[in-house]
């Protein structure tokens, strides 16, 4: 996720926490986008921030791969049984005005949220990423926890990855569902979670040892209401003209399209 | 199983939102009610990484395979922290894969999530079942409904939402039809699950029973 965080651009030198009120609140106005005018000025911002972002667009059309084809299935369905204006017909189906558009709208909304979505989280580390969050106020369990899943995700992933080597150098090449199988794969599955399990109760005692928990230290182990998380939190909110600018511009462009969807 | 982006209207959006909003606020009230809360959040975020990792098992199904969902387990082993960590695998999800999105995370949460905390409830009601039936026949019994069960809630909720949501112009016959029709199509889904939940709680209750 952080391939793309250290380039050089102005999203790039955007506040992140800044970034993350502006675009979230940019997405969630396209999810509003209900009429045929607006799809070109929201595909047009979209791609307008991509291309200022400098993320390469192979990386767009790499990340964007798999989950439009889910989409794509889900909607392709849509001219032929939603509406009921009828405007062609293909062999015995029959294609409606409503349908298509609403697979246009489907796609587009789609394609533009995500081409946001890229841009928010790839152009800022991870670690930035989740101390922004702990700025706008997420709890600092949440925080810890998305901190703590992360960092130890992919050493996870590396000793699945091991085990299912073992698995296969041993011969298990599972081609067909049996209760061997399964029970071969629910025991996989089984040794993942107690290995995570034992691993959670060291990670705990040696972060204990580093003052982890933000307790008072008098035998009172409850999360103090003062408690920052591990990863802080900041209070004072940026005097970056640049970033506060941007965010502004994001918040008046959402307020417009909302504007326009709801009326 | 999860709602990509741009396929729901806002205000379905907006009330995921509020729904899953409202389930976190309740279930981190439960962790800061905890004898010691900080004690839970390493084991959680590990068991969230490793469901994580888990649910990319591929089970083969000729001439395709499947994954699992997981969440009826990840339920019963996680308890209050279930929701929270549904809410932040979803969220990698989303973010690394594409899987589900940003829009949606509300609604992909409430609908993986809910299931998981009555699959964990339901669960918990071995401990009755096993005075009379025993406990290892309890442990599976309980497992397999929690499994199957996790499932098939979520099914339900995904295509009811998919199915309704995505365009108000399909007839609403047509769409009871379809959503009966995929769930019908989900139920040697919902046994597969429930047969791996209960194989994995077996599991565990042989190697670590303390992890249940």
Redesign the interface.
């Known amino acids: 996720?952080d391939e793309y965080a250290y380039l050089e651009s102005p999203i790039h030198r955007w506040d992140t926490r800044c970034k993350m009120i502006g675009l979230?609140t940019l997405?969630?106005a396209f999810?509003?986008v209900?009429s045929f005018p607006l799809i070109l000025p929201m595909l047009a911002i979209s791609a307008i921030i991509y291309f200022v972002s400098k993320l390469p667009l192979l990386f767009l059309f790499h990340?964007?791969r798999?989950?439009s084809l889910?989409?794509l299935g889900?909607?392709v369905v849509?001219p032929f049984?939603?509406?009921?204006t009828i405007i062609g017909q293909i062999g015995y189906l029959t294609v409606?005005q409503?349908?298509c558009f609403?697979m246009l709208l489907?796609?587009?909304?789609?394609?533009?949220?995500?081409t946001l979505?890229l841009v928010m989280?790839s152009t800022s580390s991870v670690l930035t990423t989740i101390k922004a969050l702990r700025d706008c106020g997420i709890?600092p369990?949440?925080a810890?926890?998305?901190?703590?899943?992360?960092?130890?995700?992919f050493?996870?992933?590396h000793q699945?990855k091991t085990m299912e080597m073992a698995l296969r150098l041993r011969g298990f090449q599972?081609?067909?569902?049996n209760?061997r199988?399964?029970?071969v794969?629910?025991?996989?599955?089984?040794?993942?979670?107690?290995?995570?399990?034992?691993?959670?109760?060291q990670?705990?005692q040696a972060?204990r040892l580093r003052g982890?928990?933000?307790?008072t230290g008098r035998g009172d182990?409850?999360?103090s209401p003062t408690y920052p998380g591990i990863l802080g939190s900041t209070k004072s909110f940026t005097r970056d003209w640049f970033s506060l600018v941007l965010m502004i511009l994001c918040l008046i462009i959402s307020v417009i399209f909302i504007g326009v969807?709801v009326s | 199983m999860h709602i990509s982006e741009g396929l729901l209207p806002a205000k379905v959006c907006i009330g995921g939102y509020a729904i899953a909003s409202v389930i976190t606020w309740y279930s981190l009230r439960r962790i800061e009610q905890q004898p010691n809360p900080t004690a839970g959040i390493p084991k959680a975020a590990l068991l969230t990484a490793a469901f994580f990792v888990a649910s990319s098992i591929r089970i083969p199904i000729p001439p395709a395979s499947l994954h699992l969902v997981l969440n009826g387990m990840l339920g019963a082993i996680l308890a209050d922290y279930a929701f929270p960590a549904i809410l932040v695998g979803l969220l990698f999800q989303a973010v690394m894969f594409g899987h589900g999105g940003l829009t949606t995370l509300g609604v992909n949460a409430t609908m993986m999530g809910v299931p998981a905390i009555l699959a964990a409830r339901l669960f918990q009601m071995r401990h009755f079942a096993a005075k009379y039936i025993g406990v290892r026949p309890s442990n599976s019994v309980f497992a397999f409904v929690a499994g199957a069960g996790g499932l098939g809630i979520t099914a339900l909720i995904f295509f009811g939402i998919t199915v309704m949501g995505i365009t108000a112009d399909i007839d609403a016959g047509a769409e009871q039809k379809a959503i009966s029709a995929l769930m019908i199509s989900h139920l040697p889904l919902m046994v597969i699950e429930g047969i791996f939940t209960t194989l994995l709680v077996n599991f565990l209750a042989r190697v670590k029973p303390e992890i249940l």
């Open positions: 996720m979230t997405i969630f999810a509003t209900n990340r964007l798999y989950p889910f989409v889900l909607v849509l049984i939603s509406g009921t409606r409503e349908g609403a489907i796609t587009s909304r789609f394609v533009a949220i995500m979505c989280f709890s369990i949440l810890d926890l998305i901190f703590l899943s992360y960092r130890y995700l050493e996870i992933g699945f599972p081609r067909h569902i209760q199988n399964l029970s794969l629910a025991s996989l599955a089984g040794t993942l979670l107690v290995r995570s399990y034992e691993q959670s109760e990670v705990y972060m982890y928990g933000g307790n182990s409850r999360i969807a």
